[in-house]
């Protein structure tokens, strides 16, 4: 009988743990040119994140995100310049009427402005925090665009999904971490998909 019981135990946990949540799904788009291999650049001005949503679901974890963005150019073995640089050269700079961050005349516009070797725009499309507090998830699509000092576009496409706060871990408790922690994993994952810089 214990034997059984042991048993039955055994099945519940191995069916728990394939019933576990995916923390990350995503559909990648992603197209690189032949020009980034060539130019191997390796400093990158991030610009603002834009937040495309309709009603600025974003807003608030802008910074944040372009924070991470910064943070995790390294990993790709990319060195982004410091925020305030890349503000002082662009405070003039914003995108015109009918433009956003990733529209080609506005990224040549502002290649280039700081030194920068390569220019790393991103813009969020959608950020739904409708399952966060239920389920811990946020469902996403990023677009980003990497173009050259002269505006030459190197590298662009878009990342959709949705992702678990703590990914396989805990997730915080505080509502503005556990969607930090969202953002986090889902543009280290963008992040992935930018070829890696030749040593």
Not at 40 to 65: C, F, I, K, Q
Not at 176 to 199: G, V
Request: proline fraction near 6%.
């Amino acid at each position: 009988m214990v034997m059984r019981s042991s048993a039955f135990a055994l099945l519940l946990f191995a069916l728990a743990a394939c019933q576990t949540p995916v923390p990350l799904t995503t559909t990648p788009t992603f197209t690189t040119s032949p020009s980034l291999s060539v130019r191997n650049p390796s400093d990158v001005a991030v610009l603002p994140v834009e937040d495309g949503t309709a009603a600025g679901d974003a807003a608030r974890h802008l910074e944040y995100m372009r924070q991470v963005l910064a943070q995790n150019l390294p990993n790709r073995r990319y060195s982004p310049i410091a925020t305030r640089i890349v503000d002082a050269a662009l405070k003039n700079e914003k995108p015109g009427r009918g433009e956003t961050v990733l529209t080609p005349a506005f990224l040549k516009r502002v290649a280039g402005k700081s030194t920068e070797d390569a220019t790393l725009a991103v813009r969020v499309e959608r950020w739904d925090e409708g399952r966060l507090l239920s389920e811990k998830r946020v469902v996403f699509e990023f677009q980003a665009v990497l173009v050259g000092s002269d505006g030459e576009l190197l590298w662009s496409g878009s990342l959709v999904g949705d992702v678990k706060a703590g990914g396989m871990g805990a997730a915080p408790r505080d509502r503005d971490q556990m969607a930090r922690s969202c953002a986090e994993i889902a543009l280290s994952e963008l992040l992935n998909h930018l070829a890696l810089r030749q040593p």
